[in-house]
């Protein structure tokens, strides 16, 4: 396709900052830049019409911590990274909750629970070890008291007991980006999808070239592209694809609020009286360390079996299934990336798991780096 003129000279010229990716962090990342400087032309572009990733295809978990997610995370990092990855998520979801209204993005603090079966009897057994420990740790570093708390009865099949947070909850999803994207779009950010970039280079200016044959410059570049960041620079990011699946419309739901089990390997949660469900990657990791947006029907089966026999305790139908593509640290580093690549070229990217909580901090660090803050 040949771009007319007025594309070419109009529309994606003089810009002063262009995002890449549309997602959560790209929108937040836009708006940040553009209240800092309100006369500066702020593009932001995308692959796909909204952002093809995972900010508009995950769980809406407004959560930061589970106890089994920090026992496992402590083996594999350090205590100042893994109480720092939650202290960023929980001051991350206030930001996002007072920037953008809770009835805006559909916040209700329901709370979460993590449950324990047979299955894994030992998690819940360190769990309780170690939750005095861990809230006096989470009392000093969110001022929260008493974050986990046990209770040994639970409503759901085979359940041994449950460990709950009472501070996290849970988001509708589409609610949140529409209203972030019409917040982008009223403080004059344009926003464009359906433009996929295949390379960049810096000389005088910033230039990136798209997959259909444009060259787009910029003064300054910011790569919002989360996992699929390691297609355009080089970076620590291992893509991991999570199935989700949302259940038929039911009268009498099984439980509601944020759920969790298996060391947050499964997740399920209520909306509009239905139960979503996502997770099982455990079943197939190889598998799912993919970009390509796809169901695996490996998950798909597995997800099924549990809807029913652990969730509802009776067979339900599923109407939707989907997959998103989140980043992680190829050695299971949690925190994000947010740094300069080269001068006018920035990355703000491997935003994780529970990476809606940490979209709002990351998008306020990387315009920090950006002005030497
Ligand atoms: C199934 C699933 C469930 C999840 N559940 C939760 C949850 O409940 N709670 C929570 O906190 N987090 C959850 N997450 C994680 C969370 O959604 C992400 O961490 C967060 O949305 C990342 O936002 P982002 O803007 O960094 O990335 P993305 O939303 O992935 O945005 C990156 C964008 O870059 C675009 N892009 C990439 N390459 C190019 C290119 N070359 N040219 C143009 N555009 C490009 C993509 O199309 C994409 O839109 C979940 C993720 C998944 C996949």
Avoid at 118 to 145: A, P, R, V
Avoid at 153 to 177: C, D, R, V, W
Avoid at 286 to 299: D, H, K
Wanted: negative net charge; proline residues 2%; aromatic residues 10%.
């Amino acid at each position: 396709m040949n771009y007319s003129y007025w594309e070419k000279e109009y529309l994606l010229a003089d810009i002063d900052y262009l995002v890449i990716g549309m997602g959560l962090v790209g929108l937040q990342t836009a708006i940040n830049l553009k209240e800092k400087e309100p006369t500066a032309k702020v593009v932001v572009i995308d692959r796909h019409a909204w952002g093809l990733g995972a900010s508009t295809r995950n769980a809406g978990f407004a959560c930061f911590a589970n106890v089994s997610e920090i026992l496992d995370d402590l083996q594999n990092d350090t205590p100042e990274n893994v109480y720092g990855t939650i202290k960023k998520r929980y001051q991350g979801l206030q930001k996002l909750r007072s920037k953008f209204g809770d009835k805006n993005i559909g916040y209700l603090e329901k709370g979460s629970c993590e449950i324990f079966t047979n299955e894994n009897k030992t998690y819940l057994l360190n769990g309780i070890d170690s939750l005095q420990g861990i809230n006096t740790i989470l009392y000093n570093e969110l001022g929260l008291d008493n974050v986990f708390t046990y209770k040994s009865n639970n409503s759901l099949p085979n359940t041994l007991g449950a460990i709950h947070n009472n501070f996290e909850g849970q988001l509708n999803t589409g609610k949140m980006y529409n209203t972030i994207y019409a917040f982008a779009q009223q403080l004059g950010i344009l926003l464009y999808g359906g433009i996929e970039v295949e390379s960049w280079k810096k000389e005088d200016t910033v230039e990136v070239k798209t997959t259909d044959d444009l060259t787009i410059k910029t003064s300054n570049l910011i790569f919002c592209t989360n996992a699929f960041t390691s297609k355009l620079t080089e970076v620590d990011i291992a893509p991991c694809r999570g199935q989700v699946i949302v259940s038929e419309r039911v009268t009498d739901l099984p439980c509601e609020g944020l759920h969790h089990f298996d060391g947050g390997y499964y997740y399920w949660r209520d909306i509009d009286n239905r139960i979503l469900l996502g997770g099982a990657r455990n079943k197939d990791v190889y598998g799912e360390t993919s970009l390509e947006i796809a169901q695996n029907e490996t998950i798909i089966t597995e997800l099924k079996r549990f809807m029913n026999e652990q969730i509802f305790g009776k067979k339900v139908a599923i109407d939707y299934e989907w997959s998103g593509i989140m980043g992680m640290g190829k050695n299971q580093e949690k925190l994000p990336i947010v740094k300069e690549v080269e001068p006018n070229i920035y990355i703000a990217v491997r935003l994780g798991g529970m990476g809606v909580a940490l979209s709002a901090n990351v998008a306020e660090e990387v315009v920090k780096v950006m002005s030497n803050e």
